[in-house]
């Protein structure tokens, strides 16, 4: 990825947005066989739509049934051009709190972001996830797989395709985790 930018972008090509690590997941299930002609699984579909869903979770961002079948239908596409979704996504959401956060100034630090979270519902996430318990470091969803590559079977064998995060009897919220 280019010097100085993000996960999120943003991106100056098709190679930085690859290089994400939603692309690379789908890459991994490519590489290690798991992916048949046609996927009729859906894995692909299901890896890059679980990351545009996250992205706009992440957000607070209210979804209606349309809001996702769009993004199921984007999920069909290049997994690249999905990422630029995910990087914008993020990227406005972040700058948004910037700004916000910049015009109350006066009501600088926690009492800062309890003013922004009562005067602009929504625009500051509402529950504050762990980095690791229940997604990847860049915020997309887990990929289990068991051991060998077989299907996960939620004990502490399960390691994630994306990451390579182990579930463990420390981490509960990897175990219900799915894929």
Do not use: F, K
């Amino acid at each position: 990825m280019t010097a100085g930018h993000g996960p999120a972008g943003p991106y100056r090509c098709e190679r930085d947005a690859a290089a994400a690590a939603m692309p690379r997941a789908v890459r991994a299930l490519h590489d290690a066989g798991r992916v048949r002609a046609g996927d009729p699984e859906r894995l692909v579909r299901d890896t890059i739509a679980g990351h545009l869903l996250h992205a706009c979770e992440d957000t607070g961002m209210e979804l209606g049934d349309y809001d996702r079948r769009v993004l199921v239908w984007l999920s069909r596409g290049e997994p690249a051009t999905a990422q630029v979704l995910i990087g914008l996504i993020s990227r406005a959401y972040q700058a948004g709190v910037q700004a916000a956060e910049s015009r109350s100034d006066s009501r600088a630090g926690d009492h800062g972001r309890a003013w922004l979270a009562e005067s602009a519902p929504g625009l500051l996430p509402t529950v504050a996830r762990p980095a690791y318990a229940d997604r990847c470091p860049d915020g997309g969803p887990h990929l289990w797989v068991g051991r060998d590559g077989r299907p996960a079977s939620g004990d502490d064998t399960d390691r994630c395709d994306a990451c390579g995060a182990r579930r463990t009897t420390e981490n509960p919220a990897a175990r219900s985790d799915s894929r």
